[in-house]
């Protein structure tokens, strides 16, 4: 006998009022390459953002540091002004000194640069999801969080979330702040932060997971793969339907720079993994 498929949550509720499509879009590959500068296509970069929105994407997630600021550019000049409901979630905490250099900065005066910087590209008034890309292991933890918490009481932001933060980070966080969403690398092959995602489905927090597949584990590749052929879906398309499936408080932004890519993404949500799919997966061990 077959085994039943799998039904999940289709949508998510950040912070109480922002109800989105668990499906949604990061938008760091719109930009140039070493996400440095402007995109090698312009237009398509334009016509994969309003592509998203088509699609049912009502969730963004991007940064100032994205090009840096291009993505943010990119995303009031084909959106704006933008629909009702659309959530375009931003963060700050980092600098950018060349291609693929990050260096963090969360200090106040940056956060504040970066802010308003936000606020002005994304022509908004308000931003409905600030993250802290990074805790600063050079500028005290609370000097990060008071500034968040000022830039939410004037304001500036409604909900606040954070990137790359364990457990601990977070409840510390909540001394200053209701901490909305969590950013932390995450995928059925690299299961480091497993604690920090049980905490947040507790908690009621979004979990946003970024590198969504560990594409150098071979054998989770194999297995992948093996399930993949069975649905005529592509390995991504069953790692992304995996985190849709492993716990209802995952939000996916798989990001591109192609329309075709992106349409592709998209059919994730159409894909039935079934509860032997499930266990094999689950079964799947780190790198």
Known sequence: MATSSIIYNQTFTIGGDLTVNRLGYGAMRITGKGIWGPPKDHDESIRVLKRAVELGVNFIDTADSYGPHVSEELIAEALHPYATGLVIATKGGLERTGPDQWPINAHPDHLREALDGSLKRLKLEQIDLYQLHRIDPKVPAELSFEFLQEAQQSGKVKHIGLSEVSVEDIKDAQNYFNV????NMYSVDNRKWEAVLNYC????????????????NVAAQDKLKIIADKHGATVHQVALSWLLNHADNILLIPGTSSVDHLE????????????????????????
């Open 180 to 183: 909305v969403s969590v950013q």
């Open 201 to 216: 489905k507790e908690q009621n927090i979004a979990f946003i997971p970024w590198f969504p597949l560990n594409a150098g």
């Open 264 to 287: 592709e993404n998209m059919k994730t949500i159409d894909i039935q993994l079934t509860e032997d799919d499930i266990k094999e997966l689950n079964s799947i061990s780190p790198a």
